[in-house]
């Protein structure tokens, strides 16, 4: 086996070799049930362990929902006390399935629905410039930016300004939108550049202004509570932050041209938002693009939410026609100038493509969001499934990689193949 590691490489001790004994698993059916056989089951699992072995990950968790139920819900690891640095000790805090996460950008996935809720409820026109709603983001090409393209990564406003690159901002929405307000842009629909923080404050402020309520509040009543959720918060509150999984630099070094994109779209070095992600400063803001903290299942419960056409358990969260619009494609396959990567995005998801995609070979017809890094939600109709990985090694190249899509396609050829007889 090729060993993808350069001189400088961070990984994990992996002190129990059969993973046994750092391994929690909460609630899951029989599979059998639901026509998932043990021995897919196993596969999909010994997957999941298999991206854990690749030494990047101090803490993971997974889960898996196929046809409405839960069949895999487990987590690897040490969610605090190990690092690369720092084996196993008396100190380290086990991984469990109940263990709150940051989803980074896959946050955007939350703040879109939201946003599509509003729509849905008449508060905005989604095809209707964000001025209309947010006076003060006008002029400097931003005039005719419509809150779809905000949504679907084509505001022309990927990025703070150069200057913006400090920590406080984050902490002060007034000061964020602000500085997102004045800055000057390119004018809406152009070019498709991903939006890694800015268009989230943007769609938070509008639902400020329309409801006359925060985003947090707006969260809870609109998701959070009809499903069920523990955390699925923006920030995260002191009585939580002792569960909550710290986040490690790991894997190969972030070099150029790599290292340069990434701050590009962060406005910090990588090595800066992973420290930054561990800090009070982080967990008491609302970044409605990138601190949503949540469980693997209850990421996989969203997409499942979505899935049935925004109908969880007696409730119907959001209207059909809400989820079909969120789930459209806008444009088709495009190279993201922030990226670096073509990418197929909806009015807020990440989609997958054919035939293979973010979401593993034969995902067209897949929906999700991607987070910094390797953080996956997502649903797949054509496979009657809803999942999310969530990892705590911050890494982006390197062998983990192959592990990730080996997940990916046995996920999709398990769930996938029982209508060929595999």
Same mark, same amino acid.
């Given at each position: *086996?090729?060993?993808? !590691? ?53 803490? +993971? ?19 605090? /006390? ?12 086990? *991984? ?27 508060? =905005?026109? +989604? ?82 202004? =329309? ?40 894997? *190969? ?19 800066? =938002? ?5 800090? !009070? ?41 809400? =989820? ?6 806008? /444009?088709? +396959? ?8 073509? *990418? ?64 990916? /396609? ?13």
């Amino acid at each position: *086996m090729v060993d993808w !590691a350069l001189p400088g490489t961070r990984r994990i001790a992996i002190t129990d070799p059969d993973l046994a004994g750092i391994t929690d698993t909460g609630a899951e059916i029989d599979a059998r049930r639901v026509g998932l056989s043990p021995r897919r089951v196993n596969r999909i699992w010994q997957a999941v362990e298999d991206v854990y072995r690749s030494r990047v990950h101090p803490g +993971l968790s997974f889960c898996l929902r196929y046809r409405g139920e839960t069949v895999l819900n487990r987590a690897i690891g040490h969610a605090r /006390g190990v690092s690369p640095d720092c084996p196993p000790g008396p100190q380290s805090r086990a *991984m469990a399935t109940d263990t709150p996460v940051c989803l980074f950008s896959a946050s955007k996935a939350i703040i879109a629905v939201l946003t599509h809720k509003l729509a849905e409820d008449g508060y =905005v026109d +989604l095809d209707a410039p964000v001025s209309r709603y947010l006076p003060a983001f006008s002029g400097d090409g931003k005039d005719r930016t419509t809150l779809s393209e905000v949504l679907s990564h084509r505001g022309g406003f990927p990025r703070f300004p150069p200057d913006d690159g400090d920590t406080d901002i984050l902490a002060d929405w007034d000061r964020c939108i602000e500085r997102i307000c004045r800055a000057p842009a390119e004018a809406g629909g152009r070019r498709v550049a991903y939006h890694a923080i800015t268009g989230g404050y943007i769609l938070g402020e509008v639902i400020r202004r =329309v409801t006359g309520t925060n985003v947090p509040d707006y969260l809870d009543t609109t998701l959070r509570q009809p499903l069920g959720m523990r955390y699925f918060t923006y920030g995260l509150d002191g009585r939580s932050r002792s569960r909550v999984a710290v986040n490690h630099v790991a894997g *190969m070094p972030v070099r150029w041209p790599v290292a340069g994109w990434a701050e590009a779209a962060l406005a910090r070095s990588f090595d800066d =938002v992973v420290m930054l992600s561990n800090q !009070a400063v982080f967990m008491d803001a609302v970044i409605p693009s990138g601190n949503l903290y949540a469980t693997a299942d209850e990421v996989s419960r969203f997409y499942q939410m979505l899935l049935d056409g925004g109908r969880y358990g007696d409730t119907q969260v959001l209207a059909a026609d809400t =989820v079909a619009r969120l789930r459209r494609p806008v /444009g088709g +396959l495009a190279t993201d100038d922030m990226l670096k990567l073509p *990418m197929r995005y909806s009015e807020g998801l990440m989609l997958g493509t054919t035939p293979i995609g973010l979401y593993g070979p034969m995902s067209g017809a897949s929906f999700g969001h991607a987070g910094f890094m390797n953080i996956l939600g997502w649903a797949d109709p054509d496979r009657e499934l809803s999942a999310s990985l969530l990892t705590t090694g911050k890494a982006v190249l390197g062998g983990h990689l192959v592990k990730l899509l080996g997940l990916l /396609g046995q996920i999709n050829h398990q769930c996938g193949g029982l209508r060929q007889g595999l």
